[in-house]
């Protein structure tokens, strides 16, 4: 595939530039209001869901310009498009792929529009990794499906207005991805209790949510009842898909060579460090190994072909470089480990690599841990005997 850029491409490349140039200016960051401007603004230009369907609120445009306008706002470290993360990322591509004429009239636009939060109910205590055996009971009533059961780990749970969530609606299949049904659910639904949790950084990210004889209507069914999975599946690989993400990891990389170039390490400057060099280029390359990966996705998609398991490649390695990343940082900074989940922002860099290095399992472990991803190439890219 040829990745030349055609001139209209170039001419959008630009305007993005230009529009960057001018909104991120240093004094913009630092205007009041700033964020909310941004958002208005690149709502505005229908940036935002840019490839998503004109009907609902999107832009209607191509893959390759989608691709330019998420590389360019990496590369300057723009903040998103929108408020509504996980809406924007896969429950809105789900809705696009499976839902109703009116969930699309419903829901996308309010995604669009940052109007509230979704959050992601799949894991279960014990059903993580192993998410197609969950538990949590959907049975239906009349014109209402009744639930009843626990989800874990759920993010932003405390403050989203809607779940997606996978339930059984079927416990005797002979494939345990059968009979699994995604539901779209309304977090302030009677029955619903959320218990957040406190993590390892001292923030309540995520917690635990239980249903009791919670009665979510029928037409709130995302796709058909029984076939949840290949809901679950489309959503993940959205998830799991993340071309433009190399933009961001080269400027994680280039802050990083920063450090090691003015920090002392050893009795000599970090950057002259053997050891570190070596991690440096290591992760140099594997950057540049996501980036031709990504390409390969590229290819798929813009031959209208589904995205699938040559995804967790990527994000194998960036759960590597997340880690990897963060412990660089604290080798050479050396004592900053003390200031670790602090609020103290008298270290290098107002303390962003301590506390950066904290968040690693939300790329590491959210979305399906590193063994799983390894599984996953090992038996459907390789070929390999199953697990
Ligand atoms: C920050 C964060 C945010 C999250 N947000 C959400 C969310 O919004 N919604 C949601 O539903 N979930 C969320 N999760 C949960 C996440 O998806 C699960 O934690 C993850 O899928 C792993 O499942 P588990 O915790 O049950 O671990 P387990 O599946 O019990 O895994 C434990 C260990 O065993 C290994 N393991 C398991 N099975 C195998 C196997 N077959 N072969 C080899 N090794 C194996 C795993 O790699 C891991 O090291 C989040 C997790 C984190 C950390």
């Known amino acids: 595939m040829d990745f030349k850029l055609t001139p209209d491409e170039e001419a959008f490349r630009d305007e993005v ?23 208005k603004k690149v709502r505005e230009k229908r940036w935002v869901g840019f490839n998503w369907p004109e009907a609902y609120g999107g832009g209607g445009g191509g893959i390759m310009e989608q691709v330019i306008l998420k590389e360019e706002m990496a590369k300057a470290g723009a903040p998103p498009l929108g408020l509504c993360l996980m809406g924007l990322q896969w429950v809105g591509p789900a809705i696009i792929e499976y839902g109703t004429e009116e969930q699309k009239q ?40 009744v639930i009843n059961g626990q989800k874990i780990w759920t993010s932003i749970a405390s403050w989203s207005k809607w779940m997606i969530l996978l339930t059984r609606t079927d416990f005797n299949t002979a494939d345990k991805h059968d009979g699994i049904t995604c539901l779209l659910v309304e977090m302030d639904s009677p029955g619903i209790e959320v218990r957040p949790i406190k993590n390892m950084a001292g923030g309540s990210l995520f917690a635990e949510v239980f249903f009791e004889n919670v009665r979510v209507p029928v037409e709130n069914l995302l ?33 990083t060579v920063e450090l090691a170039k003015h920090t002392r390490h050893n009795g000599r400057r970090a950057s002259e460090q053997p050891s570190i060099r070596r991690r440096l280029a290591k992760a140099d390359t594997i950057i540049e190994g996501m980036r031709l990966n990504g390409q390969r996705f590229l290819t798929k ?10 995804t967790s490649i990527n994000k194998l390695h960036r759960a590597f470089l997340a880690i990897e990343f963060g412990d ?4 050479m900074l050396g004592n900053a480990s003390q200031y670790l989940g602090s609020e103290d922002t008298s270290g290098v860099d107002q303390n962003l690599w301590p506390n950066g290095v904290l968040d690693w399992p939300t790329v590491v472990i959210g979305g399906g841990t590193p063994n799983i991803q390894r599984n996953i190439i090992a038996e459907r890219i390789l070929g390999l005997p199953k697990d």
């Open 223 to 255: 796709g058909d009842e029984g076939k949840g999975w290949a809901v679950t599946v489309s959503a993940l690989a959205h998830e799991r898909s993340g071309i433009s993400e190399v933009a961001g990891l080269v400027r994680q990389l280039e802050k």
């Open 301 to 310: 998609q813009l031959k209208g072909e589904p995205l699938s398991s040559e």
């Open 106 to 145: 419903k829901f996308l636009p309010d995604i669009l529009d940052s109007k509230y939060q979704w959050c992601t109910g799949y894991s279960e205590p014990g059903f993580g990794s192993d998410l197609a055996s969950l538990q949590c009971k959907a049975v239906r009533d009349g014109d209402e499906y």
């Open 328 to 331: 660089l940082a604290l080798e």
């Open 17 to 39: 530039r230009a529009f960057a140039k001018e909104n991120l200016s240093p004094e913009a960051r630092k205007s009041p209001g700033f964020l909310a401007n941004w958002l």
